[in-house]
């Protein structure tokens, strides 16, 4: 089970990255989502973020347990899960791609209020809320911008 959790909090290693792991893991979500979810209808890739998101907070709080950490580098299921919120039912262009990427990166790094406030939940939780939010903001934001054009 060790083995599991590491293997799905890193995102298969891409938490290992050594330069800016949380930017390898947003990327690679919008690899997967570019060439796997897209096609897909919105009931599909909305269960694929519940899964990530029930599953990441669990598996996120026992690697933070083994390494003894609050908020450890190579846990990055929480840039992928919130990436992906940024990414739901964005049209298939490769614009609103590209800024749901940036958006989710900038409001990830800064973490505007009220965002960095959630890192003080409890375990995975404080792992992952910070990041659904930034995936959330990063997805209004997305939408603002896609009604004004």
């Keep these: 089970m060790k083995t599991l959790a590491m293997t799905l909090s890193t995102f298969f290693g891409i938490g290992f990255f050594p330069v800016a792991p949380g930017t390898a893991a947003s990327l690679a979500a919008v690899v997967l989502f570019y060439f ?8 599909w890739t ?3 973020i519940f899964i990530c998101l029930a599953a990441g907070v669990p598996a996120s709080a026992r ?3 083994e390494l003894d950490r609050t908020d450890p580098r190579p846990v990055v299921i929480d840039e992928v899960c919130g990436q992906l919120i ?12 590209l800024l749901a990427f940036l958006l989710f990166r900038l ?5 505007p209020w009220p965002i960095r ?3 003080r939940f409890p ?3 404080g792992i992952m809320a910070d990041d659904v939010a930034a995936g959330l903001l990063a997805r ?4 603002i911008y896609l009604f004004l054009r």
């Design 36 to 43: 796997l979810l897209w096609p897909l209808p919105w009931f």
């Design 86 to 97: 940024a990414l739901f039912l964005i049209p298939a262009d490769r614009t609103a791609l």
């Design 117 to 119: 406030k959630l890192e």
């Design 140 to 143: 209004l934001c997305l939408q």
């Design 63 to 65: 690697c933070a347990a």
């Design 107 to 111: 409001f990830d790094i800064v973490k």
């Design 123 to 125: 375990g995975g939780w």
């Design 46 to 48: 909305s269960g694929i």
